[in-house]
């Protein structure tokens, strides 16, 4: 009885060192007849995952499968590397140019996209996608009768105001390295005259119910839109680009050539408001992520009359 024992915990711990070879939720390779898509925690990584799925059952005549539990770019990337998946819905320039790459922030967009077509291609075997056409970032906002008050429509803009102004901004931005607290009094040189820090969820209802002036929130945020907010230009660069793409792997590309068209039509097709309105309709009317993103592909003929622009790796990025 004891040998049975041991053999039965020796092969239930073989199991488990095993299944943890693999991430969560993730099978422990993707198979060639299928295209395995890698969301994320957030209401707009799933959306994005299962437009880049409903791209791909419409014109590839492969099985298709999203994974939407993966928190991190990290773990995005983790995934296509260890082959539990091959397509990426959504990656972020500058979290990826900090992240996966290891560099230092660029400020500059047309930089930091070239660097990340480049470095995906040169370190990882990848196809990092011109952007869906938004940026996902840290902004300030405020309420629209207050832009429209004060005539706001960049950051530089609440200068003059500054000092009579409350702004609310998340806690940890607050001892944030590169892009944060002190790198915004030094780039943008004023402070605000009080600056209260709190979870980014809550300031939006914040501003709304006039506790604050100002937030510092996602460009994206459907709250944007459910609150009424004016989001400012960012017009001195405090913050990277964080424009947003799909990334493929070479080799789910050879196997699936029409793959490379599909993704190539989302090109310039999300612009920042349509994010915060596909955002808002997921968020405030409690729909699925799927519901949305099949209802705007449906509602743009999953851009069959668009000619996707092809070019090679070393055209997009103007060569080495």
């Known amino acids: ?73 990290s773990l995005n990337h983790q995934a296509l590397m260890k082959d ?56 300030f906002m405020v309420s629209r009768d207050k832009a429209e008050e004060l005539g706001l429509e960049k950051v530089s803009d609440l200068a003059q105001y500054a000092p009579d102004l409350k702004a609310g901004v998340d806690s940890s931005w607050l001892s944030r390295e590169g892009d944060g607290y002190e790198d915004f009094k030094r780039i943008y040189g004023f402070d605000f005259g009080q600056t209260l820090p709190m979870s980014i969820g809550l300031t939006y209802s914040a501003v ?28 001195k660069q405090l913050f990277p680009p964080y424009d947003a793409s799909p990334v493929a792997t070479y080799h789910i590309l050879e196997v699936h050539p029409e793959l490379d068209k599909v993704l190539h039509k989302l090109e ?25 993103a099949d209802d705007w592909l449906k509602a743009h003929n999953y851009f069959e009359d668009k000619a996707p622009e092809l070019k090679p790796i070393e055209d997009t990025v103007g060569g080495d």
Not at 220 to 228: A, C, F, L, N, V
Not at 272 to 277: A, D
């Open 84 to 139: 539990d998946a091959n397509v990426s819905a959504v990656r972020y320039t500058g979290t990826s140019v900090t992240g996966e790459l290891g560099m230092e922030a660029i400020t500059d967009p047309e930089k930091a996209a070239e660097t990340v077509v480049k470095g995906f291609d040169r370190e990882f075997d990848q196809k990092w996608y011109p952007t869906y056409g938004f940026a996902n970032t840290y902004a």
């Open 268 to 292: 310039g097709t999300i612009t920042e408001e349509t994010m915060q309105k596909l955002n808002y309709r997921a968020d405030n009317y409690l729909l699925e992520p799927k519901v949305v």
């Open 1 to 73: 009885m004891r040998k049975f024992l041991k053999t039965a915990f020796t092969l239930g711990l073989s199991l488990f060192l095993l299944a943890a070879c693999s991430l969560p939720g993730l099978g422990a390779s993707t198979s060639e007849d299928e295209i395995v898509i890698t969301g994320g925690m957030s209401t707009e990584m799933q959306i994005l995952a299962y437009i880049v799925e409903g791209m791909s059952n419409h014109y590839i005549d492969v099985p298709t499968k999203v994974i939407s539990n993966l928190g991190s770019s």
């Open 208 to 235: 709304a119910n006039d506790e604050v002036d100002v937030i510092l929130g996602y460009s994206t945020d459907g709250r944007i839109i459910s609150e009424d907010l004016k989001v400012l230009e960012d017009d």
